[in-house]
């Protein structure tokens, strides 16, 4: 239902600051501010996206805050509503101020994200589009703002579009052979359908496959560090960072706990954990190290299993090994500079070893566009042309449109009536409006525009 009333809320964060700006969206916004502000034009004299100085003032003519205000009129403006944009100084007790003001009038404070959703309820925005607004604000790195960008400007909800077209056609031409007889329309081809329907379904698959690089992109990985004490650990975190982060000496069990510092690779947002060295040991400090150290092992993104190739592989090592799955995981020869006795043949299960020198920085460039490539980029920091999903209910309604053409395709192989067919196909568009918002249940609107900030 489109909301009738007027919200008010800020629309930067709280602190001190040169400029802050508070926002008031609904049918009442010029109104309020009528009443408050003294300028040379009234609001109503006020040509729609101008920037206007003048005074805010209470009632009693009491001076609030010397501001420049904006009226973008519906439907031109973010939510499709009148919209009332109050910049002023920065601060908490101005912005209280003006806000306490406003909200003496019939206008309430915006809930999370309620901008964003009077956009979508005005067809401003569909969902996708919507739930873009959050991924941009939320990004961690340039590349992840640049993949919700494109999915801002409707990259992704064209090509839902264009699925959900696909099924409209196929669907259209199966309901007129279930409406009219045979001698009207014609046998209908189901071979024909069965291969659009699975040329569809590859599209869609291909597009579900992107989440896990869309994943990465918005939530971030994290990758750890992992091998037996002095084989170069704690020197690779710093390679990698570029600054001297974790203490590295020569005695065994220096790095007791994990170390974690963020870090950007390849446009992917990381978590670079150096763990505690692998070994047995009676220090029950360090042999909680070692636990902790596992524990990261089965929850991290990716591990880089370090090996000192200069020397003879030991039991320790082959503790680390132990804790390593080979998808998510690395080998990482340290020390090529020196005479290697690193025996190839056992590690191969995971992967072609990467060799090093930390202390060089010989191979690192090749270890880092490693990394990117099992996170499923491009270490050249690229997106690309093809669109990649981040939300996680994006790809929860692919699968659900997957499921549908799957059981439409069985529907064709085993003779059964066309009803049935059509059934499966309205199934498919059914989830791919989930995606739009097109179906989308009010409950999960509201669990989407929850997790905004107040004020967007």
């Not at 805010?56 to 403006?77: H, K, N, Q």
């Not at 070893?353 to 996170?375: C, E, F, H």
């Not at 042309?385 to 929860?396: K, L, T």
């Amino acid at each position: 239902m489109v909301p009738t009333d007027t919200i008010i809320a800020p629309a930067t964060p709280p602190g001190e600051g040169g400029v802050a700006i508070v926002r008031l969206s609904g049918p009442d916004a010029e109104n309020c501010l009528a009443g408050f502000f003294v300028g040379k034009r009234s609001p109503s004299q006020m040509v729609s996206h101008h920037l206007y100085h003048g005074r805010l003032c209470r009632p009693d003519g009491v001076l609030i805050d010397e501001v420049l205000v904006t009226i973008m009129r519906a439907p031109r403006s973010y939510t499709g509503e009148n919209v009332v944009e109050i910049h002023c100084h920065g601060g908490s007790r101005v912005m209280s101020s003006i806000l306490d003001l406003f909200m003496s009038t019939p206008v309430r404070l915006a809930r999370p994200g309620e901008f964003t959703e009077r956009a979508f309820l005005n067809g401003k925005l569909d969902l996708a589009q919507a739930e873009a607004v959050a991924d941009i604000i939320q990004a961690r790195s340039e590349r992840a703002c640049r993949v919700a960008l494109g999915q801002l400007d409707g990259r992704l909800s064209q090509l839902i579009y264009r699925f959900a077209d696909q099924l409209k056609d196929i669907l259209t031409l199966v309901e007129a052979h279930v409406d009219f007889p045979d001698d009207e329309v014609g046998a209908l081809d189901q071979g024909a359908v069965a291969e659009q329907l699975s040329a569809l379904s590859g599209e869609m698959s291909r597009l579900a496959d992107s989440f896990d690089t869309g994943r990465a992109l918005r939530e971030g990985i994290s990758v750890l560090i992992l091998g037996r004490p002095n084989v170069g650990k704690s020197s690779l975190m710093n390679a990698l960072l570029g600054q001297s982060r974790a203490i590295v000496t020569a005695i065994p069990g220096t790095t007791r706990d994990t170390l974690e510092e963020q870090m950007v690779l390849g446009g992917f947002p990381v978590r670079l954990i150096d763990a505690a060295g692998v070994r047995s040991t009676d220090d029950p400090v360090e042999h909680e190290g070692v636990r902790r150290a596992s524990e990261k092992a089965s929850a991290a993104d990716l591990i880089l299993l370090v090996i000192d190739g200069s020397q003879e592989l030991t039991d320790e090592d082959r503790m680390a090994m132990a804790l390593c799955s080979a998808p998510r995981t690395l080998t990482v020869v340290n020390k090529a500079d020196l005479a290697s006795a690193f025996p190839m043949s056992e590690f191969l299960h995971f992967g072609q070893p990467i060799a090093i020198s930390a202390r060089s920085g010989d191979g690192l460039s090749a270890l880092q566009a490693a990394i990117v490539d099992r996170l499923g980029g491009s270490s050249g920091g690229d997106v690309g042309e093809d669109v990649v999903i981040m939300e996680r209910r994006h790809r929860e309604a692919l699968i659900q449109a997957l499921a549908a053409m799957t059981l439409a395709a069985v529907a064709i192989d085993s003779g059964a009536p066309l009803e049935c067919l059509a059934l499966e196909i309205r199934e498919g568009l059914s989830a791919l409006g989930l995606i739009t918002g097109e179906t989308t249940p009010d409950e999960i609107l509201d669990q989407i525009f929850g997790r905004f900030c107040i004020g967007k």
